[in-house]
């Protein structure tokens, strides 16, 4: 068995918080690869490392002096240090920072030393081998991100090691220019270091036992999902359930790892597992419901529409031409909603319904903005009757309109819209009756 363990900030954002890791990593002899994040907020309301390093640097950039604030970074590292009781100095390596920041070495050169930094602790701790991801992480020369570079050289370099730490987020150019991953992305590197040692499992842990059937912030201590299939967890995060960085499933997908979500200080749960596919039914009829507020609907009516060959396509091209993503399309037989989101489409707006007149000649547009979108989401849908009745009674019973409705030919979702003042209580009511209630 072996198994990669990715850990976020806030599991290393402290020595207390370093011990547990720890005591997690020689719990098992299969984590043998780990990927750190930078050190994360200790407290809420504290300041992230990434985040004061890209301060940091912006204040040398400006060419004002910078020392204060470097400083007050070596002492979030020396604190971890020294609670460790560990032999083992920074002083150099800050050295080397600042004379890199005075020398303006990039933006993503300076937030990668959050997790750089962080590694070389980790792997001292650990007695690890530290591998400085600059070597094995491969970034093409516009930037982009090099796949197959990137496994050929993390799986040369750690074919041989039985333990490694590899710090997470960022990789390098050819030419040793340093490229960072977006925000959150030392979860990729996890991907794909598990990729390279074809482990068994990734194991990413942060401060949630896995994913939850409902936002925390609307239902109260909603129960966490045990099992979710990548299909279902792409339905729920593009509603806005986030726990994990979209790019980090892919290269494990391809190559069928499982990713388990744990908590580094409940290590008891066990967390959730996302997998290809199973045979595992889930606990309730649904896996889990998310959701987004901020839609408009932008409903064009005419009489005879449908017999109007290519209508849809031409009002579709402006949304295109206009650079505006379009969420969803229920339709009638003589109107049709575009469902986009409101921000981007506010600034295009006039000229939006301006070309949908020229184009098509619709008989009426209407705006209907303050929209949001629930989605029920869950692979036990498909074999169980009723879940749509369900969904509407329990809504209906808390006086809610339901504006609009659409379920995937899959099965795996139905997304009904509502109005925004309704979004809470909406979910709670579908958390009710899916969960609370079920039997
Ligand atoms: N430290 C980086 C961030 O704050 C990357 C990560 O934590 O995954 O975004």
């Not at 900030?9 to 002899?29: H, P, T, Y």
């Not at 890209?54 to 979030?76: M, N, P």
Request: charged share 25%.
């Amino acid at each position: 068995m072996k198994k990669v363990v990715k850990f976020g900030g806030s599991s290393l954002a402290n020595a207390e918080q370093f011990k547990k890791v720890g005591a997690i990593i020689r719990a098992e002899e299969s984590r043998r690869y780990v990927v750190p994040s930078a050190p994360g907020k200790r407290f809420s309301g504290d300041t992230k490392v990434t985040d004061m390093l890209y301060a940091c640097y912006e204040t040398a950039v400006s060419g004002k002096d910078f020392s204060d604030q470097l400083v007050q970074i070596h002492e979030r590292y020396q604190e971890i240090i020294d609670g460790l009781n560990l032999s083992f100095s920074l002083d150099k390596d800050f050295e080397k920072i600042h004379e890199d920041f005075a020398n303006r070495a990039g933006a993503d050169y300076a937030a990668s030393r959050g997790e750089f930094l962080n590694g070389k602790i980790m792997a001292a701790y650990l007695a690890f081998d530290f591998i400085d991801a600059a070597e094995v992480v491969r970034f093409n020369d516009d930037g982009s991100f090099n796949a197959e570079e990137t496994n050929r050289l993390l799986a040369d370099r750690l074919k041989d090691k039985p333990n490694a730490v590899i710090p997470g987020f960022y990789g390098a150019k050819e030419n040793g220019d340093v490229v960072t991953f977006s925000r959150g992305g030392s979860d990729i590197t996890g991907s794909l270091v598990a990729l390279a040692v074809r482990a068994d499992l990734y194991e990413n842990w942060t401060d949630v036992s896995g994913f939850l059937i409902a936002d925390p912030r609307i239902v109260k201590k909603p129960k966490s999902i045990e099992t979710i299939t990548y299909k279902e967890l792409r339905e729920l995060s593009y509603m806005g359930a986030s726990v994990l960085h979209e790019d980090a499933i892919f290269p494990v997908r391809k190559a069928g790892i499982p990713i388990n979500i744990r908590n580094t200080n409940r290590p008891e749960d066990s967390g959730t597992l996302i997998v290809e596919s199973t045979c595992r039914q889930p606990k309730y009829t649904i896996t889990g419901i998310a959701g987004t507020d901020g839609f408009v609907a932008v409903t064009v009516e005419k009489a005879m529409m449908n017999s109007e060959v290519g209508f849809c396509r031409k009002v579709l091209q402006i949304f295109e031409d206009n650079g505006v993503s379009i969420e969803h399309m229920p339709s009638g037989i003589d109107t049709m909603s575009i469902l986009v989101n409101k921000d981007a489409f506010e600034e295009k707006e006039q000229k939006i319904l301006a070309e949908i007149n020229d184009t098509v000649h619709p008989d009426h547009v209407e705006l209907d903005s303050g929209l949001a979108l629930i989605a029920v989401v869950g692979r036990g849908m498909k074999s169980t009757r009723g879940t749509a009745g369900r969904i509407f009674s329990a809504l209906a019973h808390a006086h809610i309109n339901v504006k609009m409705i659409d379920q995937g030919s899959s099965e795996l979702n139905i997304i009904i819209g509502v109005r925004h003042e309704d979004f809470k209580d909406a979910i709670r009511a579908l958390y009710e009756i899916f969960v609370l209630t079920q039997i």
